[in-house]
């Protein structure tokens, strides 16, 4: 296969947290999906499919400085627990000089857990890795991965 030119790399990703850009981060990561079940009847193969929720989930790791400055972001902006903070958008940008920008955007995400340790020889002791919950569809460089299609009312 031919090489045709500089790929995506670590210096070509940019994370914005509530706190803003986001420089001592060393690993995000982020998914979503939204199975089926099969609905079967007479016979031995599906007659038709269920949907089964949509859930989206992450995590990032940062430096232990970065990690401070999110918390303090984060017990400010609701009841001051590091776990009783508004959902807050993660935005990350994948830009290459000869490509367009993709930008994905994780609506509204809580922190769920974070664990940090170190040892003796770590060339970066103190990280921090942020479990969060996505709780709005991502959208895949402007794309949604769910529209939501709520039931309207029969009264109105």
């Not at 914005?16 to 690993?27: A, F, W």
């Given at each position: 296969m031919a090489i045709n030119g500089k790929n995506y790399d670590w210096e070509d990703i940019t994370v914005?947290?509530?706190?803003?850009?986001?420089?001592?981060?060393?690993?995000i990561s982020y998914k979503d999906g939204q199975g089926v079940e099969p609905r079967y009847g007479r016979g031995a193969t599906p007659r038709g499919y269920g949907r089964k929720n949509y859930e989206a989930s992450g995590s990032?790791?940062?430096?232990?400085?970065?990690?401070?400055?999110?918390?303090?972001?984060?017990?400010?902006?609701?009841?001051?627990?590091?776990?009783?903070?508004?959902?807050?958008?993660?935005?990350?940008?994948?830009?290459?000089?000869?490509?367009p920008t993709i930008v994905d955007t994780l609506p509204a995400c809580k922190v769920t857990s974070h664990d940090t340790s170190s040892a003796q020889g770590d060339d970066n002791a103190g990280q921090v890795k942020c479990e969060i919950t996505i709780l709005s569809p991502i959208l895949w460089n402007g794309v949604p991965a769910k529209v939501d299609r709520k039931v309207s009312s029969l009264t109105g």
């Open positions: 914005r947290l509530p706190q803003g850009e986001t420089v001592g981060i060393t690993d990032f790791t940062l430096d232990r400085d970065e990690f401070e400055r999110l918390k303090k972001e984060l017990a400010s902006s609701g009841a001051g627990g590091i776990y009783d903070h508004t959902p807050f958008p993660v935005v990350v940008s994948y830009a290459n000089a000869d490509q």
